[in-house]
C-alpha cells in the first residue's frame, strides 16, 4: 500500500502544510482510497501523481471543517468530470445530511452513484466496517469534543511464493496454470497429471497493515486497534510542553502518540496533523515534535504535504 499524505497541518492550512487529507493507493488495483478531505484536498490531487478518477472509497474521521470542508467541492468536481465508476464514504451519522444539504442547496450535480455509510454503532461494537476479497477496515471511537474514529486498515494474507523451478522441473508449462497454482487451485494438465497449488507454494505472507488516527486526547482504545501494525499515522498537534492545551482541545501531543506507538508495538510511527503555532521561527518547530517522539519510539518520521511511504512486510504466517 502506497501512502501519501495530501495535508498534514491542524485547524487552518499554512504555507507548506494543507489540512488534513490522507490517499491510498492499493496493490494490484487502479484504485484509490481516501482518509478526510480537508478544504483543498483536490488542488493537492493536481500537485500530485494521484488520479482522482481512481477514487473508489472515502473515509471521515469527525465533521470538523478541516477534515471534510473539501469535501463538497471534490465530490462536485467528479461530478463535472464524469469519469467516476461510483465512491462508497464511511463516517459519523451526520456526514449524510451534511453533504446532500450542501450539495442540494449549491445545485451540484452527481453523475455517479455514492453511498454514504454511518460507522458510529460499527466501531462502537468493534465490527467490521468493510471488507473485500483483500482488504478488512476496522475502526475505533476516539476521545474529542465531536464523535471521532481512528480507522485501520488490514491487508489480507498473501499467497506464498511460488516454486517457479520445482514447476520448471515437472515440465508444467508456464503461463495461466502458473497463476492457478500460486492461488492454492489444483490443475489437471492435458497429459493427465494432476498437481496441488499447495506443493508449490511457501507459506502464505503477511499482508500491510496501518492506523489513521486523528483528532484524540491519549486514547486506550488506539493501543488497542493499532496492536501490531506496521504503521502508525496520528496526530501531534501539540508539543510535550503544550500538554495543557492539548488536555484542553483534546488533542494529542508528540509524546501522546509515541507512548501509543510504544504501547502498541506498531513498526513505524508517523506525526501528522502539526499545530500552526509550530512553523519555523517559533520557539518550537515541527522537529522539536519530532525529537520529543523519538526520545519515547525511536522509529518515528514527521509527515509532510507530498510525503509517500510504501508498506511492505515481507514477514509469513502459519
Not at 46 to 61: A, E, H, K, N, W
Not at 256 to 283: C, K, W
Request: proline share 6%; hydrophobic share 40%; with cysteine.
Amino acid at each position: 500500500m502506497l501512502i501519501t499524505f495530501l495535508g498534514t497541518s491542524s485547524g487552518v492550512p499554512t504555507r507548506s502544510r494543507n489540512v488534513s487529507a490522507m490517499a491510498v493507493r492499493l496493490p494490484q488495483r487502479s484504485e484509490l482510497w481516501l482518509f478526510d478531505c480537508g478544504e483543498g484536498t483536490q488542488h493537492q490531487f493536481l500537485r500530485s501523481d494521484l488520479r482522482t478518477s481512481q477514487l473508489r472509497r472515502i473515509f471521515i474521521t469527525h465533521m470538523h471543517g478541516d477534515h471534510i470542508y473539501g469535501l463538497p467541492g471534490l465530490l462536485s468536481t467528479l461530478g463535472l468530470a464524469g469519469k467516476s465508476l461510483g465512491l462508497d464514504l464511511y463516517g459519523p451519522n451526520n456526514l449524510k445530511d451534511f453533504l446532500f444539504s450542501v450539495l442540494n442547496n449549491s445545485a451540484s450535480r452527481i453523475s455517479y452513484p455514492i453511498q454514504i455509510s454511518s460507522i458510529e454503532k460499527l466501531a462502537h461494537e468493534n465490527k467490521v466496517i468493510f471488507e473485500d476479497k483483500d482488504f478488512i477496515v476496522r475502526s475505533t471511537p476516539l476521545i474529542h469534543r465531536v464523535p471521532a474514529f481512528a480507522y485501520r486498515v488490514d491487508q489480507k494474507p498473501k499467497p506464498g511464493k511460488f516454486d517457479i523451478d520445482k514447476a520448471i522441473a515437472l515440465n508444467i508449462p508456464p503461463g495461466p496454470i502458473y497463476s492457478q497454482l500460486q492461488k492454492g487451485k489444483e490443475v489437471t494438465l492435458p497429459d493427465g497429471r494432476s498437481f496441488k497449488g499447495k506443493e508449490f507454494c511457501g507459506p502464505k505472507r503477511a499482508g500491510s497493515s496501518f492506523v489513521y488516527c486523528t483528532d484524540t486526547i491519549f486514547s486506550e482504545s488506539v493501543i488497542k486497534l493499532a496492536t501490531g501494525t506496521d504503521l502508525l499515522i496520528h496526530e501531534a498537534t501539540f508539543s510535550h510542553a503544550d500538554a495543557n492545551l492539548a488536555y484542553q482541545r483534546q488533542h494529542s501531543t508528540s509524546t501522546m502518540a509515541a507512548q501509543i506507538a510504544l504501547e502498541a508495538n506498531v513498526g513505524q510511527l508517523v506525526l501528522t496533523h502539526l499545530s500552526p503555532r509550530y512553523a519555523p521561527g517559533n520557539q518550537f518547530s515541527p522537529n522539536d515534535l519530532l525529537t520529543e517522539a523519538k526520545a519515547i519510539f525511536p522509529n518515528t518520521l514527521l509527515a509532510k504535504d507530498f510525503l509517500q511511504i510504501d508498506i511492505q512486510k515481507p514477514a509469513t504466517v502459519s
